[in-house]
């Protein structure tokens, strides 16, 4: 299975928005609601941010929100504030019992 | 509070076989489907394999790489998670979390065990 498409960086300004994009095919991102977002600080764990495309976990800021138009997913972060400044990885259920993440982004706040 | 803490990582030589374990609290491990995910030097996040609970079937579920080589188990009992790692390879040389998975995301994850397989 191969992984999704995430740009390899993304940035913005503090007070700015920023969306990261997630592409996939029919198979995974396009045939299921089962994209979820996380992020990693340097040196720690993922963290959950966005599941089933839109919801987010309880603690998440509403700054973060997903959506999803055919095969691609995509993760926007408003109101970008400098501990928003991490790796984010994408990942979609992809049948068979398989699942597969996106290649990262790594957010710069300038 | 869910805590996921893994154990058994360190060296190990190509061919030879490692045991993680993860422990887990906070939550209901025997309803709960566990994955492992790993993450090499530098490298993004790759998932390796899925147990679903007992009651739902216990059935596991590998990633291309590691099919026929890894295996996951569970001990409901003592709320405890394994993945089985034989025939080891320098590729499979990562830090290795287990999560708690659902509805296909996994809601948290573990501090992680670095695995690394060196000659």
Same mark, same amino acid.
């Given at each position: 299975?191969?992984?999704?498409?995430?740009?390899?960086?993304?940035?913005?300004?503090?007070?700015?928005? !920023?969306?990261?994009?997630?592409? =996939?095919?029919?198979?995974?991102?396009?045939?299921?609601?089962y994209?979820?977002?996380?992020?990693?600080?340097?040196?720690?764990?993922?963290?959950?941010?966005?599941?089933? !495309?839109?919801?987010?976990?309880? =603690? !998440?800021?509403?700054?973060?929100? =997903?959506?999803?138009?055919?095969?691609?997913?995509?993760?926007?972060?408003s109101?970008?504030?400098?501990?928003?400044?991490?790796?984010?990885?994408?990942?979609?259920?992809?049948?068979?019992n398989?699942? !597969?993440?996106? =290649?990262?982004t790594?957010?710069?706040?300038? | 509070?869910?805590?996921?803490?893994?154990?058994?990582?360190?060296? +190990?030589?190509p061919?030879?076989?490692? /045991?993680?374990?993860?422990? @887990?609290?906070?939550?209901?491990?025997?309803?709960?489907?566990?994955?492992?995910?790993?993450?090499?030097?530098?490298?993004?996040?790759?998932?390796?394999?899925?147990?679903?609970?007992?009651?739902?079937?216990?059935?596991?579920?590998?990633? +291309?790489?590691? /099919?026929?080589?890894?295996?996951?188990? /569970?001990?409901?009992?003592? *709320?405890?998670?394994?993945?089985?790692? *034989?025939?080891?390879?320098?590729?499979?040389? @990562?830090?290795?979390?287990?999560?708690?998975?659902?509805?296909?995301?996994?809601?948290?994850?573990?501090?992680?065990?670095?695995?690394?397989?060196?000659?």
């Amino acid at each position: 299975q191969s992984a999704l498409t995430q740009p390899p960086s993304a940035s913005g300004s503090p007070g700015q928005s !920023v969306t990261i994009t997630c592409t =996939g095919t029919s198979s995974d991102i396009g045939g299921y609601s089962y994209v979820s977002w996380y992020q990693q600080h340097p040196g720690k764990a993922p963290k959950l941010m966005i599941y089933e !495309v839109t919801k987010r976990p309880s =603690g !998440v800021p509403d700054r973060f929100s =997903g959506s999803k138009s055919a095969n691609t997913a995509s993760l926007t972060v408003s109101g970008l504030q400098t501990e928003d400044e991490a790796d984010y990885y994408c990942s979609s259920y992809a049948g068979s019992n398989n699942l !597969v993440f996106g =290649g990262g982004t790594k957010l710069t706040v300038l | 509070e869910v805590q996921l803490v893994e154990s058994g990582g360190g060296l +190990a030589k190509p061919g030879e076989s490692l /045991r993680l374990s993860c422990t @887990a609290s906070g939550f209901t491990f025997s309803t709960a489907w566990m994955t492992w995910v790993r993450q090499a030097p530098g490298r993004g996040l790759e998932w390796v394999g899925r147990i679903k609970s007992k009651t739902d079937g216990g059935t596991t579920d590998f990633a +291309a790489p590691v /099919r026929g080589r890894f295996t996951i188990s /569970r001990d409901d009992s003592k *709320n405890t998670l394994y993945l089985q790692m *034989n025939s080891l390879k320098t590729d499979d040389t @990562a830090v290795y979390y287990c999560t708690l998975y659902t509805f296909g995301s996994s809601h948290y994850w573990g501090q992680g065990a670095l695995v690394t397989v060196s000659s």
